[in-house]
């Protein structure tokens, strides 16, 4: 089984790939961890980018496996692990719940009380400013991109959602409807 999950900031993205590789004994990968540069910047910092030869090479090695869960809010480089991917969710928080959760990430992380996660305030603002974008700017590209590789992607709010979908993916396509931009809203399960 390979799964990637896409998603604005604070989505519930590493949560639910965290559970599910817990459920499923799957490995992850969170794209932050080779979107950013963290040797040069700082232990969990994410100011610097990494190199994008490297970053590239270190996704490739990840998805060569047979098994895996990839996630994070990136879309214009990840192409081959759309396309190696067996189900891909959009992970749809509304925007205000993200919010709420990008400002208690960074303020556990300014507390210590993270999983050693160091923003910067501008670091912060800036996430929140892409996150209040994310639905109309960002998820619409990434619509696009599926689309244009003509791979289906699933959108899910929640994991019971997600697990629904994996649980019975076949009973599900009545339950499934249209929700525009070229993905397939769930309602109790997924198609």
């Known amino acids: 089984m390979r799964l990637h999950f896409i998603g604005g900031p ?7 790939a965290q559970d599910l590789a817990r459920r499923l004994g799957l490995p992850v990968l969170d794209l932050d961890e080779i979107y950013w540069d963290h040797e040069r910047a700082g232990l969990r910092a994410y100011s610097k980018r990494a190199d994008p030869k490297a970053r590239d090479e270190a996704l490739a090695a990840f998805i060569r496996r047979d098994r895996w869960i990839v996630e994070g809010a990136y879309y214009r480089w990840l192409g081959p692990s ?4 067996d189900r891909i969710f959009v992970l ?6 993200r919010h709420v959760r990008v400002v ?8 210590g009380r993270d999983d050693g996660r160091r923003e910067t305030f501008r670091g912060f603002l800036r996430v929140l400013r892409w996150n209040h974008r994310y639905d109309r700017r960002y998820l619409v590209r990434a619509a696009a991109l599926l689309k244009e590789l003509s791979l289906p992607f699933v959108r899910c709010s929640s994991l019971s959602e997600v697990l629904a979908c994996l649980q019975a993916p076949a009973a599900a396509a009545g339950n499934a409807q249209s929700a525009g931009r070229g993905i397939v809203e769930v309602k109790g399960a997924c198609k």
């Open 10 to 16: 604070a989505s519930g993205k590493s949560s639910i």
């Open 82 to 85: 759309f396309e190696r991917a």
């Open 92 to 97: 749809t928080a509304p925007r205000w719940r």
């Open 104 to 111: 208690r990430r960074f303020l556990r992380g300014r507390l």
